[in-house]
């Protein structure tokens, strides 16, 4: 089984900066791409940021500039430095990673449980 642990939301005045924390553990073949989603109440959950497991990123145009996603690929850890945070950057955010259990199956996307990051006035 494969777990994503997130760390890293919570409270900051705007202009300021957090970072998330995704860890994977469990038993698995490899890690394809990484990456972080946010969703507010009544929307979709989105893409924020994305990075393959060669270190190609790509980021939504919102976050572009502001927010940089990297990775340890012998921790199994992506991670997302968020600066210059604005009140819409609220939003509970999520991270994903695609993942294969064995050599020979395709990957599947697994998901964290979700960690809230508040931006104030």
């Known amino acids: 089984q494969v777990q994503l642990l997130e760390s890293g939301g919570g409270l900051v005045q705007a202009g300021g900066s957090l970072r998330l924390s995704c860890a994977a553990s469990?038993?698995?073949?490899?890690?394809?791409?990484m990456g972080w989603y946010r969703q507010t109440p009544g929307k979709q959950r989105d893409v924020v940021a994305a990075?393959?497991?060669?270190?190609?990123?790509n980021y939504a145009d919102s976050v572009k500039g502001r927010f940089t996603i990297s990775r340890d690929n012998a921790k199994n850890t992506v991670y997302l430095q968020m600066n210059s945070l604005k009140p819409e950057d609220t939003a509970v955010y999520y991270c994903?990673?695609?993942?294969?259990?064995?050599?020979?199956?395709?990957?599947?996307?697994?998901w964290g449980q979700g960690t809230q990051v508040t931006v104030s006035t």
């Open positions: 994903n990673a695609a993942v294969r259990t064995t050599g020979w199956i395709s990957p599947s996307d697994y």
């Open positions: 469990g038993r698995f073949y490899s890690i394809n791409s």
């Open positions: 990075i393959t497991s060669g270190g190609s990123t």
